[in-house]
């Protein structure tokens, strides 16, 4: 077990909704980032937080919003849901400031947008 | 942000033989990272390659990172069917922003 839990671990929602998703890092990391993983495909990076603050971003339009909390939960927003947003959603943790880029991945939450 | 190109996209082999996959990009990377994700679950870190011509072992599992870092390999010997998965390359750029290949998807014929 990696320590990094996400909720809820499946999701349904229809075109045009918006959904949240929530992220427990593993203790004592101060680094998130999200990944979109679509069926047969490698995890495609959304954003990373850091300290609370985005420090970077992959291609994604802005409808695709996160927040991290000072104990280090995240949060990724998503409005205006397409059909295309149906995916696994991965959120991974690190510690950043050592060098060490060892990152542990959660779960995942599986999203089916009908 | 940087691009990577995983090869064979499909690996299927017996047990006990060995076998090969490669990453390779157009720019030189960083650091690479290789992950493997069993079927139903999520990636697991493997390991990070970040010095020219690095050659890390994890028992049956031998990484490689190229001398240019343009490219890099993970070769799996004797190979068991507790290595069924797919195995991804990734690498980071400056941004942050860490960019995965598409993966080798292995199966094993026991």
């Known amino acids: 077990e990696t320590g990094v839990t996400q909720s809820p671990t499946h999701l349904i929602k229809t075109r045009g909704q918006q959904v949240t998703l929530r992220c427990s890092s593993q203790s004592g990391h101060n680094t998130v980032s999200w990944y979109q993983q679509a069926l047969g495909q490698g995890p495609q990076f959304i954003f990373q937080?850091?300290?609370?603050?985005?420090?970077g971003r992959g291609n994604f339009p802005p409808r695709f919003s996160g927040l991290q909390f000072p104990n280090y939960s995240s949060e990724l927003n998503v409005n205006a849901l397409e059909l295309d947003d149906s995916a696994l959603y991965l959120c991974?943790?690190?510690?950043?400031?050592?060098?060490?880029?060892?990152?542990?991945f959660g779960p995942g939450t599986r999203l089916l947008v009908l | 942000g940087q691009q990577v190109m995983q090869i064979p996209q499909y690996q299927h082999v017996q047990e006990g033989e060995d076998f090969t996959t490669y990453c390779n990009s157009s720019?030189?990377?960083?650091?690479i990272q290789w992950y493997k994700q069993r079927p139903g679950g999520h990636p697991v870190f493997l390991i990070q390659?970040?010095?020219?011509?690095e050659v890390k072992k994890q028992k049956r599992l031998t990484f490689q990172f190229g001398e240019a870092k343009k490219n890099s390999s993970l070769h799996i010997t004797a190979t068991q069917t507790t290595d069924v998965g797919t195995y991804f390359c990734?690498?980071?750029?400056?941004?942050?922003?860490?960019?995965f290949g598409a993966g080798t998807t292995v199966t094993v014929r026991a």
């Open positions: 991974a943790s690190r510690y950043t400031g050592t060098g060490d880029e060892t990152q542990y």
């Open positions: 390659l970040v010095k020219s011509g």
């Open positions: 937080y850091y300290r609370e603050e985005e420090n």
């Open positions: 720019t030189t990377l960083s650091n």
């Open positions: 990734a690498a980071r750029s400056n941004d942050y922003k860490l960019s």
